[in-house]
């Protein structure tokens, strides 16, 4: 009978040659592909690049939410951040645990990952690596198939389940084995390096550290709307986001819904914009101005807004460089 594993699926090269070395032993794999408001694919998770290359090697690849848990994790990590806001380790033993869950109901020995010894300073130095699998209380059931000959031998390889001479040693951040390897097996289609996480970016990052520093509960909602549009910090509590195109204006009119106020462009293009706060007359006044100042205009024309059942003329463009507004990661 042919024995299951669990393997965490990212999209990227390593995870799916990791897990194809596993499969060319004769074990059914199961990805786990984690997804989370941070995550670029939110939403779209079953047409990732993970779930293709899945498909094309054979993988049932499975999609876990990280939900309202991963948020309040990345709040507080307890190992730290990277050079964002990446919390990496944090964030592998949080998804090791959930993999460990999969691991017992399917009956597998072990759970595989692309781990590369060296290759990312954070989370795949050899002590980091032990830190994870302790907290994860995965001691001796992560494989890491493409630097196992590197490491100490897991449960499975000790027990003979798995032979630890058909894996790998690489080490370091060159990927010309990886892609050799890509080649081999005819392996197409795959992400970039932490391609597909928001928190490595630094204007992402620095939107989130305002949010948290802004708001004491912080929903998947809220994380969402930080991959989307400008940002102004007018205040404590008072935000405004405008919408960059067509399709950001409808994402953000969908989470109005979600305790934000919505205010659209009336009888001509422009951004949409949700504000957070209280809609004082003069917030109301400064939203309008701010979707006059990013809309194409013309001096002979007369502008309004409608917010609910009310629409208003907000009077002149407000300049960008206005004292009042805080532009936040200013580069996206």
């Known amino acids: 009978m042919q024995m299951n594993a669990v393997s965490l699926i990212s999209g990227g090269l390593d995870s799916v040659l990791a897990a194809k070395v596993v499969m060319d032993q004769g074990f059914h794999v199961i990805g786990l592909y984690f997804t989370s ?3 670029k694919s939110f939403g779209n998770e079953h047409e990732t690049r993970a779930a293709r290359v899945s498909k094309a090697i054979g993988i049932d690849l499975r999609v876990i939410n990280m939900g309202q848990e991963y948020v309040d994790l990345i709040r507080n990590p307890i190992h730290g951040y990277g050079k964002n806001a990446n919390p990496c380790i944090d964030c592998k033993i949080s998804m090791l645990k959930k993999a460990k869950e999969v691991m017992q109901e399917v009956d597998a020995p072990f759970v595989v990952t692309g781990d590369v010894l060296g290759q990312r300073p954070m989370s795949q130095r050899r002590d980091t690596l032990h830190v994870i699998e302790r ?12 630097s196992a000959t590197l490491l100490p031998p897991t449960k499975a390889e000790h ?3 798995i032979n630890r001479e058909k894996f790998l040693g690489i080490s370091g951040r060159s990927r010309t084995v990886q892609l050799q390897l890509a080649e081999r097996y005819g392996i197409r289609g ?3 390096p932490a391609g597909g996480c928001l928190l490595t970016d630094k204007n992402f990052s620095e939107k989130l550290r305002d949010l948290f520093a802004d708001q004491l509960a912080v929903t998947p909602a809220d994380i969402r709307l930080l ?4 940002h102004f910090r007018i205040d404590t509590g008072v935000k405004i986001v405008l919408g960059r195109d067509k399709k ?4 953000l009119m969908s989470l109005a819904s979600d305790g934000y106020h919505l205010f659209v462009p009336h009888g001509f293009p422009g951004p949409v914009a949700l504000l957070s706060g209280n809609p004082t007359q003069e917030l109301k006044q400064t939203v309008g101005r701010l979707i006059i100042t990013y809309s194409k205009q013309d001096p002979d024309r007369t502008y309004h807004i409608r ?3 009310e629409v208003f003329n907000p009077g002149e463009p407000l300049p960008i460089n206005d004292p009042g507004l805080r532009r936040l990661g200013a580069g996206t």
């Not at 950001?248 to 994402?251: A, I, L, Q, R, T």
């Open 37 to 39: 408001a941070f995550s």
């Open 159 to 161: 027990q003979g389940i």
């Open 307 to 309: 917010h609910g059942d």
């Open 190 to 192: 795959f992400s970039t």
């Open 227 to 230: 991959a989307l549009g400008r």
């Open 248 to 251: 950001e204006n409808g994402v």
């Open 135 to 146: 907290d994860a209380g995965m001691r001796g059931m992560v494989l890491r198939p493409l």
